[in-house]
């Protein structure tokens, strides 16, 4: 990298960590201020509050990056404008495609810190920072009905023949992904019930079966009666424990503690495999999966939407119009972004599709912006 090349990226990288950290101060102290309300509840205490706060840093990183990348970058190009510093770069060798090139080098690092964020830090710290407030308050988490959680699952053998159907009914999830009041409820794949189970709680031991206790087990088996009519019979027996194995695993009970945007990638792809499998709609984490792909993207694309506020002369107020300028390109793509989402759900949209517009859009802004003031110079 060339000495202005190294200048420019130490300029551009300390002006976003400075919008970051302003941006995170303030949803942090607003998050905080969300809280106060459900301090006393049940055990819950200024600590927990502040772990929870705290804990939910790494997610706001990594949902305000694009945002901070764009405000931070027209900040410090800006600067160079307003003190000729970009004008004497131009003038030392520094074209339009050479600017680019050390924007979107800088930009290829700040969008792997995005992906590290999102994909290390913010789900484990999300999951911790709900077992802790749930954990204090005596709560649970995917009282979905007034009857719990239901989950449909599928066992199948190994090449992949459908065995059994199964509904899994769980009137209390704890923040532990253990399971209280279970009933499963198990089909042929016809759909004739073979098997019904009942357990007190159920806790997950790897790599596929979950413990159940105090569990009332119920099998019905055809039978032929006098008149050679088929009828059921019901087989009842008592356990105090019983390994029920399933592909249903605590990373899948996980989502029911995570919005889609907060989960990794790793776990959404498992979570739409096992809807897909099990034929469930999975359209709103199929966008959530792709829209995972094309965010460090779009880190990359805001970087390159501000480098056209370089080309700007400045006048009296510049600085302060350019980074007004910028604040509300960022809430326009954030928008966009909630915008098409939506309409990806509604209308059933290719999920790359809904996820990749505002990203694209926001990509010919910027090339259109800087052919703009190329001709204009």
Same mark, same amino acid.
């Given at each position: 990298m060339t000495l202005i090349g190294r200048y420019l990226a130490r300029e551009i990288v300390g002006a976003i960590v400075f919008?970051?950290?302003?941006?995170?101060?303030?949803?942090?102290f607003f998050d905080f201020v969300n809280e106060l309300d459900d301090i006393g509840r049940g055990g819950y205490r200024v600590q927990h509050a502040l772990a929870f706060v705290t804990l939910n840093v790494p997610g706001h990183v990594y949902e305000l990056m694009p945002i901070a990348a764009l405000i931070g970058t027209i900040f410090a190009l800006a600067q160079f404008a307003s003190h000729s510093e970009y004008t004497a770069m131009r003038a030392a060798g520094l074209s339009r495609r050479r600017a680019l090139v050390s924007i979107t080098s800088v930009g290829a690092l700040i969008a792997l810190a995005t992906v590290l964020f999102g994909e290390l830090l913010t789900p484990p710290a999300e999951r911790l920072a709900q077992q802790i407030r749930l954990g204090a308050m005596g709560g649970t988490i *995917?009282? +979905?009905? &007034?009857? *719990?959680? $239901?989950?449909?699952?599928t066992l199948k053998d190994a090449q992949g023949t459908v065995k059994r159907l199964r509904f899994v009914n769980a009137a209390e999830v704890m923040p532990d992904t253990s399971m209280r009041a279970v009933r499963v409820y198990e089909f042929d794949p016809e759909f004739r019930l073979v098997e019904i189970l009942n357990a007190d709680s159920a806790s997950f031991r790897p790599p596929?079966? $979950? &413990?159940?206790?105090? @569990? +009332?087990?119920? @099998?019905?088996?055809? /039978? &032929?009666?006098?008149?050679?009519?088929?009828?059921?019979?019901?087989?009842?027996? +008592?356990?105090?424990?019983?390994? $029920?194995?399933?592909e249903l695993t605590p990373e899948i009970l996980g989502v029911l503690t995570l919005v889609p945007e907060r989960m990794s990638a790793w776990s959404l792809f498992r979570y739409v495999q096992h809807l897909r499998e099990n034929q469930q709609r999975a359209d709103r984490y199929e966008i959530a999966l792709w829209k995972k792909v094309f965010y460090p993207v779009a880190v990359i694309v805001m970087m390159a939407l501000a480098l056209p506020f370089a080309y700007l002369q400045s006048r009296a107020g510049g600085i302060g119009y350019k980074v007004f300028a910028g604040i509300m390109l960022g809430v326009a793509f954030h928008f966009?972004? *909630?915008l098409f989402s939506h309409l990806g759900l509604l209308n059933t949209w290719p999920a790359w599709l809904a996820a990749g517009v505002p990203s694209a859009?926001?990509? @010919?802004?910027? /090339? *259109? /912006?800087?052919? $703009?003031?190329? &001709?204009?110079r």
């Amino acid at each position: 990298m060339t000495l202005i090349g190294r200048y420019l990226a130490r300029e551009i990288v300390g002006a976003i960590v400075f919008v970051l950290a302003a941006f995170l101060a303030l949803f942090t102290f607003f998050d905080f201020v969300n809280e106060l309300d459900d301090i006393g509840r049940g055990g819950y205490r200024v600590q927990h509050a502040l772990a929870f706060v705290t804990l939910n840093v790494p997610g706001h990183v990594y949902e305000l990056m694009p945002i901070a990348a764009l405000i931070g970058t027209i900040f410090a190009l800006a600067q160079f404008a307003s003190h000729s510093e970009y004008t004497a770069m131009r003038a030392a060798g520094l074209s339009r495609r050479r600017a680019l090139v050390s924007i979107t080098s800088v930009g290829a690092l700040i969008a792997l810190a995005t992906v590290l964020f999102g994909e290390l830090l913010t789900p484990p710290a999300e999951r911790l920072a709900q077992q802790i407030r749930l954990g204090a308050m005596g709560g649970t988490i *995917g009282a +979905q009905f &007034r009857s *719990g959680v $239901w989950i449909k699952d599928t066992l199948k053998d190994a090449q992949g023949t459908v065995k059994r159907l199964r509904f899994v009914n769980a009137a209390e999830v704890m923040p532990d992904t253990s399971m209280r009041a279970v009933r499963v409820y198990e089909f042929d794949p016809e759909f004739r019930l073979v098997e019904i189970l009942n357990a007190d709680s159920a806790s997950f031991r790897p790599p596929s079966a $979950w &413990r159940m206790r105090s @569990v +009332q087990r119920t @099998v019905f088996e055809p /039978m &032929r009666v006098a008149d050679s009519t088929v009828a059921l019979a019901a087989h009842r027996t +008592q356990l105090a424990e019983h390994d $029920w194995s399933s592909e249903l695993t605590p990373e899948i009970l996980g989502v029911l503690t995570l919005v889609p945007e907060r989960m990794s990638a790793w776990s959404l792809f498992r979570y739409v495999q096992h809807l897909r499998e099990n034929q469930q709609r999975a359209d709103r984490y199929e966008i959530a999966l792709w829209k995972k792909v094309f965010y460090p993207v779009a880190v990359i694309v805001m970087m390159a939407l501000a480098l056209p506020f370089a080309y700007l002369q400045s006048r009296a107020g510049g600085i302060g119009y350019k980074v007004f300028a910028g604040i509300m390109l960022g809430v326009a793509f954030h928008f966009l972004n *909630g915008l098409f989402s939506h309409l990806g759900l509604l209308n059933t949209w290719p999920a790359w599709l809904a996820a990749g517009v505002p990203s694209a859009i926001a990509l @010919v802004m910027a /090339m *259109g /912006m800087l052919a $703009w003031v190329d &001709r204009a110079r």
